[in-house]
């Protein structure tokens, strides 16, 4: 490489400088762990998991366009209501299906009126003589879709290792004054229920959910404070393993005496559920989902409970500055940089060649190791973590939430 030539000439001596940024070396991202396309090996184990794609409340009459791990795809919804999920290009001789009609059984392309069902199957040719042995055999390519707590999900896999959709248990069996938000309102920033592609690598924004010191700096200490003054705190942290991912337990002692364990935790293979940041006692209201559109970019979604009267997107970021970041001029987020001005400027892709991981990163390298085990076990022909078969199979549990020592058993 240069870098090392270049080392070699500029050999330093007591009076030249060292640590220059002349000469370094490559640097590059880790594709094992951050690239998403089909037949990739990380896209590969996110092929082997269930994927919010949209909000149920809206597929329409008008089919939409998506992406998800790199693939271009349109989703639908037959009049009968039934979701389906197909490529792009109609097999006939490649129409754009974002411009097909809806009707009671299934999709029609708009140029020569091929109908396909929500499995892709061809019901309707009309320009042709109907030959039921042709007509089957053009089957339009689709994935499997399946609607729960407002989200339709997506599975994008091998059809013989499909898994269950799993249920998560804070989101069952809701009390009569509850009720499940779902939103799609992309990145928690400043108050603000922004609907964008959020435009780097969706491990930029998974790892950080396992790292708890950047919210006493960033969120606190720098910018803030953006969420509760008292997580200016410096915890004491644990992480460990899980039997879905992993979590981290942030233990703070506040000036009044009161001892809270804040856990946080991540489910494979991009799914997070995030205490409130209020630090009310009790388990975490919201789980979400990061899900990949492709190496550079990534959308979430949530699920909220919420009471009944609720209306509109459960917001979980504050106003910075008194003001929605929507609103705030480019000085006022140089004053008080947020999540999205960090994990962007990491880059599309964080450089993985230029880190320097430190103690505080234990929760990162933890993470990133798991994920790498995953996708090896996938590779090697196993079955990832987290996916089950058993469609009887008990609810998932997630234990995040903010205790306190002092306050009696957690409610529901
Ligand atoms: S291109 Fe779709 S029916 Fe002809
Ligand atoms: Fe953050």
């Known amino acids: 490489m240069a870098g090392g030539k270049a080392r070699l000439m500029t050999r330093s001596t007591p009076t030249q400088d060292t640590g220059t940024a002349y000469g370094r070396g490559l640097q590059t991202h880790d594709p094992e762990i951050t690239e998403v396309g089909p037949g990739t090996p990380c896209g590969e184990l996110m092929r082997r998991y269930w994927h919010p794609v949209e909000l149920s409340s809206r597929l329409g009459r008008r089919p939409r366009e998506i992406r998800v791990l790199g693939e271009d795809l349109i989703l639908f919804r037959d009049l009968c209501g039934r979701p389906g999920l197909i490529t792009p290009r109609c097999i006939h001789r490649g129409a754009p299906m974002s411009f097909a009609k809806v009707e009671e ?6 140029y020569h009126g091929w109908l396909f069902d929500t499995r892709g199957r061809c019901l309707d040719q009309p320009c042709e003589v109907d030959k039921p042995a042709f007509r089957e055999r053009c089957r339009q390519p689709w994935y499997p879709v399946e609607e729960r707590y407002g989200l339709v999900f997506a599975y994008l896999g091998p059809p013989e290792k499909k ?69 200016a705190v410096m915890p004491h942290v644990e992480w460990e393993y899980t039997p879905l991912g992993m979590q981290y337990s942030a233990h703070r002692r506040f000036a009044d005496g009161q001892e809270m364990d804040r856990i946080t935790h991540v489910m494979f293979p991009s799914l997070r559920s995030v205490p409130n940041i209020q630090l009310s006692h009790g388990i975490a209201e919201s789980m979400g989902w990061l899900v990949p559109v492709d190496d550079a970019s990534h959308r979430t979604f949530h699920i909220t409970r ?107």
């Open 163 to 231: 898994p269950v959709l799993p249920r998560w248990a804070p989101f069952e069996d809701l009390p009569p004054t509850e009720k499940i938000v779902p939103d799609a309102a992309s990145f928690s920033v400043g108050g603000d229920e922004t609907e964008e592609l959020i435009p780097w690598n969706w491990l930029q924004d998974w790892e950080n959910t396992m790292d708890p010191f950047h919210v006493v700096i960033l969120h606190t200490a720098f910018s803030g404070p953006q969420f509760n003054p008292d997580m």
């Open 105 to 110: 059984a299934g999709i029609r392309c708009p």
């Open 306 to 412: 919420m009471p009944l009267d609720f209306e509109g997107v459960p917001l979980v970021t504050a106003p910075v500055l008194e003001k929605k970041w929507s609103e705030m001029t480019e000085d006022e987020r140089w004053i008080a940089p947020g999540d999205w001005e960090i994990q962007k400027g990491q880059g599309s892709i964080t450089l993985h060649s230029e880190e320097r991981l430190a103690s505080s990163d234990t929760g990162v390298v933890m993470l990133r190791r798991q994920l790498r085990e995953q996708i090896r076990l996938v590779r090697d022909g196993g079955d990832p973590i987290g996916v089950h078969f058993d469609p009887e199979a008990p609810p998932y549990w997630i234990g995040a939430g903010n205790f306190y020592r002092d306050r009696a058993a957690i409610g529901g």
